[in-house]
T-cell receptor, first 119, second 115 residues
Framework: DAGVIQSPRHEVTEMGQEVTLRCKPI?????LFWYRQTMMRGLELLIY????????DSGMPEDRFSAKMPNASFSTLKIQPSEPRDSAVYFC?????????????????FGAGSRLTVL | AQKITQTQPGMFVQEKEAVTLDCTYD???????LFWYKQPSSGEMIFLIY??????QNATEGRYSLNFQKARKSANLVISASQLGDSAMYFC????????????FGKGTRLHILP
C-alpha cells in the first residue's frame, strides 16, 4: 500500500489566494482526519470524517476553512481566502475505525504533510 | 481544558541511557486509548506504541514500553538503550471512548540524544 498520499507537499501563496490541499487515504480505511501543526499550537485536529461523513469540525478555525470528502478515496481541505497565520504543516491521516465498534486501537496512519506558506 | 499534557518541552540524554517521556491525560470516560508517535526532523509521523485503558499489562514494542499508571492518569513512554536515531519530537495522544475516533495530541517533547 502506498500509504496516505497528500498533495501538494509544499505550497507558497499570497494572502487572499485560495488554497486547496488534497488527501488520498489508505484503501479500506473509513476514517479520515485533517490536522494542522504549528510551533505555537502543536498538532490541532481540524476535522474528521467517518465513512465520508464529517463527524466533528469543531477544530476548524473559521469559515475560511472548509473540508469535503466526496468519496472514500479522496478528501480536500480548502482555505479561502488564505492569510499569513494559516502558514503551517497540514497533515491528513486515516484509520480503519469509524464503525462505532472499534477496539480503540485503530492506529492513525499519517501522510507526509503539506507545508503551506502564505506571504 | 488541555486533555493531554506533556510537561517536558525538551530533553537531552546521553546515548545508550534509558529515557522516560512524561504524559498525563484527563478523561472521565472509562474506555480510552493512548498512543505515542515519533516525528523525526524529516517531518513524518511514526506510530510507536498503543495502550488501551482496559489492558492489564503495560504495552511494549521492542525498545519502547509504556508505563501506564491508570490511577495517576499517566502514560509515560520509556525508551531503553537510546540511540542517536531516537532524536526526534515525541507526541502522546488519546482517543476517548470506543465509538469516537477523535484523537487529540499533546504538544510534544523534543528529545536530543547526545553521542
Amino acid at each position: 500500500d502506498a500509504g496516505v498520499i497528500q498533495s501538494p507537499r509544499h505550497e507558497v501563496t499570497e494572502m487572499g489566494q485560495e488554497v486547496t490541499l488534497r488527501c488520498k487515504p489508505i484503501s479500506g480505511h473509513n476514517s479520515l482526519f485533517w490536522y494542522r501543526q504549528t510551533m505555537m499550537r502543536g498538532l490541532e485536529l481540524l476535522i474528521y470524517f467517518n465513512n465520508n461523513v464529517p463527524i466533528d469540525d469543531s477544530g476548524m478555525p473559521e469559515d475560511r476553512f472548509s473540508a469535503k470528502m466526496p468519496n472514500a478515496s479522496f478528501s480536500t481541505l480548502k482555505i479561502q481566502p488564505s492569510e499569513p497565520r494559516d502558514s503551517a504543516v497540514y497533515f491528513c491521516a486515516s484509520s480503519s475505525g469509524g464503525n462505532g465498534q472499534g477496539s480503540g486501537a485503530n492506529v492513525l496512519t499519517f501522510g507526509a504533510g503539506s507545508r503551506l506558506t502564505v506571504l | 481544558a488541555q486533555k493531554i499534557t506533556q510537561t517536558q518541552p525538551g530533553m537531552f540524554v546521553q546515548e545508550k541511557e534509558a529515557v522516560t517521556l512524561d504524559c498525563t491525560y484527563d478523561t472521565s470516560d472509562p474506555s480510552y486509548g493512548l498512543f505515542w508517535y515519533k516525528q523525526p526532523s524529516s517531518g513524518e509521523m511514526i506510530f510507536l506504541i498503543y495502550q488501551g485503558s482496559y489492558d492489564q499489562q503495560n504495552a511494549t514494542e521492542g525498545r519502547y514500553s509504556l508505563n501506564f499508571q491508570k490511577a495517576r492518569k499517566s502514560a509515560n513512554l520509556v525508551i531503553s538503550a537510546s540511540q542517536l536515531g531516537d532524536s526526534a519530537m515525541y507526541f502522546c495522544a488519546m482517543r476517548e471512548g470506543r465509538r469516537d475516533d477523535k484523537i487529540i495530541f499533546g504538544k510534544g517533547t523534543r528529545l536530543h540524544i547526545l553521542p
